[in-house]
């Protein structure tokens, strides 16, 4: 496993997280 790689993934959770939650607060 590259860690470039995984901290991308780690990333991209992290982003998605973040927008659910955004959208969940608008409402």
Do not use: F, T
């Not at 496993?1 to 409402?27: C, M």
């Amino acid at each position: 496993i590259w860690p470039e790689k995984e901290y991308a993934i780690n990333r991209v959770k992290k982003i998605e997280d973040y927008v659910k939650e955004q959208e969940e607060a608008e409402q």
